[in-house]
T-cell receptor, first 114, second 115 residues
Framework: GDSVTQMEGPVTLSEEAFLTINCTYT??????LFWYVQYPGEGLQLLLKATKADDKGSNKGFEATYRKETTSFHLEKGSVQVSDSAVYFC?????????????FGKGTTLSVSS | DTEVTQTPKHLVMGMTNKKSLKCEQHMGHRAMYWYKQKAKKPPELMFV???????INESVPSRFSPECPNSSLLNLHLHALQPEDSALYLC??????????????FGDGTRLSIL
């Protein structure tokens, strides 16, 4: 079945460091890809999305490019802030006869210190 | 600010109690979802409603009973829960269910503790 694999955390960085969180996927067909962020005590917020190969999603300084040849959707940010500390989930949509479901990776915890 | 509103934010209940979780969205979305999230884990899908009809039930125990009274509201009725049901319960919505490029929008969740 469809699946998402993302790097295990926690990832610990100093403020203004460069961030990469790796995400690869296995899917039949052409899934849409998403990054969601969960701040402590809150629900999930959509961070960015890409719906076809070579699309680049971007938001709040974060970027990710849909790479079909490497089945990857790595999240990057050039300069992280303390306020970026959160759990980041990579996800794809998987459609079958029953409907469309979000398949999540296990999540990567990011901790940024000043 | 989230566009999906969940109440209550916190709920503590005994194993014999009956309670309900509520979710509301006013984005005109016709698909609504319930997820369960344990600490440090991704959300797990429980139920999906499409056009107010139950479309997916991921083999959830009958002590969880969903209800969709109208296109804006989604309830989750709880009865005779077990301690292992303690978790964050998230509601989400999307425009329609069968189009994969539409994101799901999540509420902030209800944190449920079973005594």
């Amino acid at each position: 079945g469809d699946s998402v694999t993302q790097m295990e955390g926690p990832v610990t960085l100093s403020e203004e460091a460069f961030l990469t969180i790796n995400c690869t996927y296995t899917a039949t067909g052409y899934p849409s890809l998403f990054w969601y962020v969960q701040y402590p005590g809150e629900g999930l917020q959509l961070l960015l999305k890409a719906t076809k190969a070579d699309d680049k999603g971007s938001n709040k300084g974060f970027e990710a490019t849909y790479r079909k040849e490497t089945t990857s959707f790595h999240l990057e940010k050039g300069s992280v802030q303390v306020s970026d500390s959160a759990v980041y989930f990579c996800a794809l949509t998987s459609t079958n006869q029953a409907g469309t479901a979000l398949i999540f990776g296990k999540g990567t915890t990011l901790s940024v210190s000043s | 600010d989230t566009e999906v509103t969940q109440t209550p934010k916190h709920l503590v209940m005994g194993m014999t109690n009956k309670k309900s979780l509520k979710c509301e969205q006013h984005m005109g979305h016709r698909a609504m979802y319930w997820y369960k999230q344990k600490a440090k884990k991704p959300p797990e899908l429980m139920f999906v409603y499409s056009y107010e009809k139950l479309s997916i039930n991921e083999s959830v125990p009958s002590r969880f009973s969903p209800e969709c009274p109208n296109s804006s509201l989604l309830n989750l009725h709880l009865h005779a829960l077990q301690p292992e049901d303690s978790a964050l319960y998230l509601c989400a919505s999307s425009q329609v269910m069968r189009v994969g490029n539409q994101p799901q929008h999540f509420g902030d969740g209800t944190r449920l503790s079973i005594l």
